[in-house]
């Protein structure tokens, strides 16, 4: 399996030992429907295992309405193959945006949103580790 994809939206890696999927998206590219669809669809090509991912979005990429309007985990795999999932967004718009599409769109896997990324990296390894997918620190 590769360790990573380029889509047509973001790049995506698989990190921490095999147990994390880093998708961070593009700058100046503005997310539409087809395009985070193709992101969840092409997390087995990195790994069928148990895991983590990490969404990274760059500030202005939120324009189209329309991709709040998609579960993109609950028509995927996600519920089975996801242990937690991290937001990273610096901009309020992402922030707001992503708040209210997670109330619509609530996951069997704990969801939190973060500014800083080293904040998310720490919260997810903490999640690997209860799960045993992760050695402790």
């Avoid at 979005?57 to 985990?73: A, K, S």
């Avoid at 901009?91 to 769109?105: K, P, V, W």
Wanted: net charge negative.
């Amino acid at each position: 399996m590769p360790e990573h994809i380029i889509t047509r939206l973001a790049d995506m890696s698989l990190t921490m030992e095999g147990r994390l999927i880093e998708v961070r998206y593009r700058e100046g590219v503005e997310l539409d429907v087809a395009g985070l669809m193709e992101v969840q669809l092409r997390r087995d090509e990195l790994t069928g295992e148990r895991c983590a991912m990490l969404g990274v979005f760059q500030p202005g990429t939120l324009g189209d309405l329309r991709v709040m309007e998609v579960d993109y985990f609950g028509r995927t795999n996600a519920n089975s193959q996801l242990v937690a999932l991290a937001i990273v967004t610096q901009d309020e718009l992402g922030t707001s945006m992503s708040e209210i599409y997670y109330n619509y769109n609530p996951q069997t896997f704990p969801t939190r949103l973060f500014r800083e990324e080293g904040e998310a990296l720490d919260w997810i390894r903490e999640r690997l580790e209860e799960e045993g997918l992760l050695a402790k620190r």
